[in-house]
């Protein structure tokens, strides 16, 4: 079998005087001292998780009420609004895959979170400034009780412009900080490994965390009518996570770009095409570069696997590849180029089966809190906002988080035998579960809040602290879905993709808003039909948004069929270790649901 010819880059350094060698010398010295100095670790990981939390709060102070900013300020109707913040969801979680592709690509983690912050400002002061000068008419309406004079067109424009820069900015900042955090720790150092695993449980509760105060303070003030001053509070706590981001820039620990993954894994389905005719060889005759280099520089070899057959092709050595001077890349293809594309297909069926919860997930931003705003909200004389019920969601994950932990992993470690507990494709499958079962105890509460309605009255009765299971039951899904999605995508994606991993936890938020806003659509189209009011009409006590949510949770039913199905059919990457120079097989990762 051909193989790649190495090169001997060894310089020889010629002989000089005393004065040269001993300058050279001081030189060596200096940089051994540069290198010595420790980067990365926990003091940098931690700077990435405060980033996070800041990060969070000034998006989050932006999107956790912009559905009733729509329906309040801009008068849109309840459908709409939905709709509207649905699209403007699915488009913030899109934009991780291009934050992920060019970080991974070209700029590098660092940068990609530097630049990307420096969008979501602009996004968040331009909203401050509009909110200010042009929305906000009269001062303090869009409180419920004083409306606000009907917007003009420069206002809605630079509204929507600022919005879709906030979901451009923090769209790509959140999977390569993520990644970046991961960074800071090294695989090969058993330790960190550890470390590294625990990094994305904190890395959600910090998001959570951030979310917190988000979804409760300025969430008290937005309701209040104090739109603008809620903006400005989400601009400053942007300002701060960049500048704390920034102070840790001489400790980070730096993973340079990998190149375009695309022509890599274009590259593979040409050559196989190509070679298509040619019949199969042993796994030992395939090509591969010699030594402990990857094709793809910087990244650990992957070892080949024996599905996908006919990709193999890519890199069986035939005679015309004998022949060449030059290896044509389109032709011939390492194994470690191989397998990376068939990581990526092995991922994409699993990544599918998690849209579904995130059409369930979806709704806690959009009917959940119009659901809210229409059920009794006082105590006393206080008025509960309905979005800052999303702060049970938070408190839940952030106590499913400790318990999971401390409760859970030593339970379940006991029983299956495996130090984790339960593995990431499990976590997600309890996930998807107890979505579903939070999609019950949304129809329920609308069920006994319609019996309550206040005749002549758009409001009902019943206490808005009956949506607290729904909450809970979506915060408890979270810890289980979102974190081991995160494990899972950035632990089975190849090292030349690793943003990208981590942006599939986003992606499948994006498509589940858009799909919500599909349902919400045809649903919306069925049943006005013959003059109907329909399910999710603009007053909810004459429509029935208990059979979209039940609708919601057969669905997911289905959805938890298949993915059980791909679970057990998924096998996980088998990375060649530095160290030892043998396969690590990460499959005990992937026990079968």
């Known amino acids: 079998m051909s193989q790649m010819a190495t ?58 009420n912009l559905v009733l900013f729509l329906t309040r300020v801009l008068g849109q109707d309840n459908a709409t609004a939905a709709n509207n913040v649905s699209q403007w969801t699915g488009t913030v979680y899109l934009c991780s895959l291009l934050g992920a592709f060019i970080s991974d690509s070209y700029w590098g983690r660092f940068l990609t979170c530097a630049i990307f912050q420096l969008i979501l400002l602009l996004g968040l002061v331009l909203i401050s400034l509009t909110s200010w000068l042009f ?32 979901a451009l900015g923090y769209g790509g900042h959140q999977p390569t900080i993520a990644t970046f955090g991961s960074d800071q720790f090294d695989e090969e150092n058993p330790k960190e490994k550890i470390s590294r695993a625990a990094y994305f449980g904190y890395f959600y509760f910090a998001l959570n965390a951030g979310s917190l105060i988000s979804n409760t303070i300025l969430v008290y003030y937005e309701d209040g009518g104090k739109w603008t001053l809620g903006f400005w509070a989400s601009t400053a706590a942007g300002l701060l996570g960049l500048f704390v981001f920034l102070v840790g820039t001489p400790g980070y620990r730096y993973v340079k770009s990998f190149g375009n993954p695309l022509p890599r894994v274009a590259q593979v389905f ?20 010699n030594g402990s280099e990857s094709s793809i520089k910087g990244t650990r070899k992957i070892l080949h696997s024996n599905d996908f057959k006919k990709l193999d092709k890519a890199a069986i050595v035939t005679e015309e590849d004998r022949q060449r001077p030059v290896i044509n890349p389109w032709r011939l293809c390492t194994i470690t180029q191989v397998e990376e594309a068939k990581c990526i297909i092995r991922m994409c069926p699993i990544w599918l089966c998690t849209i579904m919860y995130s059409v369930i997930f979806t709704q806690m931003a959009s009917l959940f809190v119009e659901q809210g705003a229409v059920m009794d909200a006082t105590i006393g ?60 105890a949304a129809g329920v509460t609308e069920i006994f809040r319609l019996r309550r309605v206040i005749p002549g009255h758009e409001t009902s009765s019943l206490s808005i602290f009956w949506q607290i299971p729904q909450y809970m039951l979506v915060g408890a899904s979270e810890v289980f879905m979102y974190v081991g999605q995160l494990e899972f995508f950035n632990g089975q994606a190849p090292d030349g993709i690793k943003s990208l991993g981590s942006s599939l936890c986003m992606a499948s938020m994006s498509l589940g808003n858009y799909v919500s806003s599909l349902l919400v659509n045809m649903v919306m189209h069925i049943t006005t039909r013959g003059a109907r009011h329909g399910w999710i009409p603009e007053n909810l006590n004459n429509g029935h948004i208990d059979r979209f949510y039940f609708l919601l949770f057969g669905l997911a039913l289905v959805d938890l069929v298949a993915f059980v199905f791909f679970a057990k059919w998924y096998k996980g990457i088998n990375l060649e270790d530095s160290t030892k120079g043998g396969g690590e097989k990460e499959s005990q990762v992937l026990e079968k649901v």
């Open 7 to 64: 090169m001997d880059t060894t310089q020889v350094i010629p002989k000089t005087n005393g004065v040269n060698t001993d300058l050279k010398q001081r030189v060596v010295n200096k940089l051994k001292v540069f290198r010595s100095k420790k980067t990365g670790g926990w003091y940098s990981a931690f700077l990435c998780l405060v980033n996070q939390g800041l990060v969070t709060l000034s998006f989050f102070g932006v999107g956790v």
């Open 381 to 440: 004389k206080f008025r509960l906002p309905a979005a800052s019920m999303s702060a049970f969601d938070i408190c839940s994950v952030l106590t499913c988080t400790f318990l999971y932990r401390f409760m859970v992993v030593p339970l379940a470690g006991k029983i299956s035998g495996n130090p984790r507990g339960l593995t990431e494709l499990q976590r997600m499958g309890v996930g998807l579960i107890i979505g579903m079962l939070s999609m019950v």
């Open 270 to 289: 040409v050559a196989a095409f190509r070679k298509w005719g040619v019949p199969n060889v042993d796994e030992g005759e395939l090509y591969e570069l």
């Open 135 to 166: 929305l906000i008419k009269p001062y303090g309406c869009g409180d419920g009780i004083l409306d606000c004079i009907p917007p003009s067109p420069i206002g809605t424009a630079l509204f929507y412009l600022a919005i879709y820069l906030v």
